[in-house]
């Protein structure tokens, strides 16, 4: 049983916003979530993480609702190169990674 | 910033000879890992590496597969008889986790080997 769901790709704009949401219903009290950004031939970069509530930093935002049963990572003004595979994990801290297939995001002109 | 650095960034070797991947984790880092992707497939994990010893392993690390840290910097991946199917991108992570701290740290990847074998 897969541990999260998002879906497996998202168009969009120069200057737009770009939601993700993931699902993961079965989270456990001691995993955070965490986002991934994977570029073409090139390791996944960590971009944010959080356990609860929102969660800013100079890239990104995490919204997690109270249930914690999904977050959304958003990406503002998004520029072309954004365009990568954008990863939800859950883990427990210490675990290792389990990567599903991500969300491709294409950022258009 | 600080960077998990990986050599060489392209490896092509025979079937049948030995690879040894090197990474050197970020230096205040205590875990570490190797997990590797094949082409237009998922991240995989393989292994953790705490304490000088192994952690975690998947059923990919078989016997083929053992990792070392021989100094305070390097940690290697080596696949002892390579196969057609070992041919992927590997990749060394690290991380600064904290048992039972209020926050988990995000891992920090390198830019990868990629391994072929012919």
């Known amino acids: 049983l897969a541990k999260t769901t998002q879906p497996i790709s998202m168009d969009s704009y120069e200057g737009q916003e770009v939601n993700i949401t993931c699902s993961h219903n079965n989270i456990a009290t001691n995993d955070y979530i965490t986002w991934y950004q994977q570029f073409p031939s090139q390791g996944p970069r960590f971009i944010i993480q959080g356990y609860k509530t929102k969660v800013t930093n100079e890239v990104a935002s995490l919204f997690i609702p109270a249930d914690r049963k999904s977050s959304t990572l958003s990406l503002p003004r998004v520029s072309l190169s954004d365009t990568a595979v954008y990863y939800c994990l859950v883990e427990a801290a210490g675990n290792k990674l389990t990567f599903g297939g991500g969300t491709r995001v294409l950022v258009k002109p | 910033e600080p960077e998990v650095t990986q050599t060489p960034s392209h490896q092509v070797t025979q079937m049948g000879q030995e690879v040894i991947l090197r990474c050197v984790p970020i230096s205040n880092h205590l875990y570490f890992y190797w997990y590797r992707q094949i082409l237009g497939q998922k991240v995989e994990f393989l292994v953790s590496f705490y304490n000088n010893e192994i952690s975690e392993k998947s059923e990919i690390f078989d016997d083929q597969f053992s990792v070392e840290r021989p100094d305070g910097s390097n940690f290697t991946l080596k696949i002892r008889s390579t196969k057609l199917e070992d041919s992927a991108m590997y990749f060394c992570?690290?991380?600064?986790?904290?048992?039972?701290?209020?926050?988990?740290?995000?891992?920090?990847f390198g830019s990868g080997t990629r391994l072929t074998v012919v």
């Open positions: 992570a690290s991380s600064e986790a904290m048992t039972g701290d209020s926050h988990n740290y995000g891992y920090t």
